[in-house]
């Protein structure tokens, strides 16, 4: 089936904020990071937005792989965006680029730190930032991958959850074009005003807040929001504690006391 993008469009609304800016949409690739990283790496550093209609290896955060449809985008939205940065902080980046998303795509979605999509308490969307210095400059790749339509749990615990739950007729083009500016527009703002201003935005779509939860560096308590860096505040036992980085799982909510 033909995918009619809106490439066009996109790189009209982009283009004057970052001068040039491409936009290339590929049928195939391996993963959508691995090739901006590949291009930067041998000296490419154009700002790129670079979309797969299917990934055969897609990657996730920490080694994890990203499973995407294999119906031919379909189902998922896959894309990155690479661009040299010089933010004079980079803590905070996948926050901003988290909200970004959220904000971008509907009320409902909420932000499991430090950066997962979730929609009622399934994953629906995944983030995976990576730079690579060349020279004197770094470029920074910002993966998404999106579920549009709901898919078998494929190994994972529970389902992902999809935008066509509450975004009924979401489509791969019309979800990217509804991302694309304001993810360009957030990644330029945080590269001159770094994270800090958006904790307040952050917090209204806070998964966690108030919730309990452990991590895995072993610290459980109440999460209580992020920093001015991003980091995570976790009310423990013996105060309060920053995670800057950990997976984070909700705890279940503890059984009754029988009486
Ligand atoms: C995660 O949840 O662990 C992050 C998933 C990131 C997936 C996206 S899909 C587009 C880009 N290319 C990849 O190989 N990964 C990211």
Not at 70 to 97: H, I, N, R, Y
Not at 122 to 150: C, D, F, H, M, Q
Request: charged letters at 20%.
């Amino acid at each position: 089936m033909t995918i009619r993008w809106s490439a066009e469009a996109i790189w009209e609304a982009v283009a004057p904020l970052l001068p040039g800016f491409t936009v290339e949409i590929l049928p195939e690739i391996d993963s959508t990071n691995s090739e901006l990283m590949r291009r930067a790496r041998a000296g490419q550093m154009e700002p790129t937005l670079l979309v797969a209609e299917r990934q055969t290896a897609g990657r996730g955060r920490l080694g994890r792989d990203w499973q995407s449809d294999t119906d031919a985008g379909l189902a998922t939205l896959t894309f990155s965006l690479g661009l040299p940065l010089a933010p004079k902080d980079w803590s905070g980046l996948s926050l901003a680029v988290g909200l970004v998303v959220v904000q971008s795509l509907h009320p409902a979605l909420r932000l499991k730190w430090p950066n997962d999509v979730w929609l009622d308490e399934r994953k629906l969307a995944g983030i995976l930032i990576e730079t690579t210095s060349v020279g004197e400059l770094r470029y920074a790749v910002i993966g998404i991958g999106i579920n549009l339509l709901p898919r078998a749990a494929d190994g994972l615990r529970t389902p992902p959850a999809a935008l066509a739950e509450v975004l009924p007729g979401a489509n791969a083009p019309s979800t990217l074009e509804a991302i694309a500016l304001p993810l360009v527009r957030a990644v330029l703002d945080f590269e001159t005003q770094g994270f800090g201003d958006l904790r307040t935005a952050f917090h209204a779509r806070d998964l966690l807040y108030g919730r309990e939860v452990s991590c895995t560096d072993g610290s459980t308590g109440s999460a209580r929001g992020v920093d001015a860096s991003g980091a995570l505040l976790l009310h423990t036992a013996s105060g309060l504690q920053k995670i800057s980085s950990a997976e984070v799982s909700v705890r279940p909510a503890a059984a009754p006391t029988p009486t």
